[in-house]
């Protein structure tokens, strides 16, 4: 068995947008940030201008603790292009402000991760842009 590891040079980036590039920046600057509603206090995964919860335009940009559990998963053996390398492990995680991400597992061997496993968020450059992915905490 292989250590997962994160992706290399070459896979289809993100565009930023102008709602998405505080979220981005925190990445750039290790911090993983995520939108909080003032008004129901909401945890949001996905930026937006309203709540999705209680349509309030009370949205404020948070810093998560980066620490969450793995909440669903799936190996990838056959990616959607040839730049991927395999397998990789696409997760959903938990995070402990409660709010869900999706991204990759790395730092263990795919056969170890499980349902609720303890994950921390750790940040990985790819051609010049900032990536979250998630890997058990080190002690």
């Not at 600057?29 to 949001?44: D, I, W």
């Not at 959903?92 to 303890?118: A, K, T, W």
């Amino acid at each position: 068995m292989t250590i997962l590891r994160p992706q290399a040079s070459g896979i289809p980036l993100p565009a930023i947008t102008e709602l998405s590039r505080p979220y981005w920046d925190g990445c750039a600057r290790g911090r993983l940030l995520y939108q909080s509603c003032g008004s129901c206090g909401a945890a949001l995964s996905d930026p937006g201008y309203i709540c999705r919860w209680c349509h309030a335009r009370d949205l404020h940009w948070q810093e998560s603790s980066g620490s969450g559990t793995v909440y669903s998963w799936s190996t990838v053996w056959r990616p959607q292009t040839a730049a991927f390398r395999t397998p990789y492990v696409v997760s959903i995680i938990e995070l402990d402000e409660g709010f869900y991400l999706m991204s990759n597992v790395v730092g263990c061997q795919r056969d170890e991760i499980h349902l609720g496993m303890p994950v921390q968020v750790v940040f990985h450059e790819v051609d010049g842009f900032t990536l979250p992915y998630f890997a058990p905490p080190t002690v």
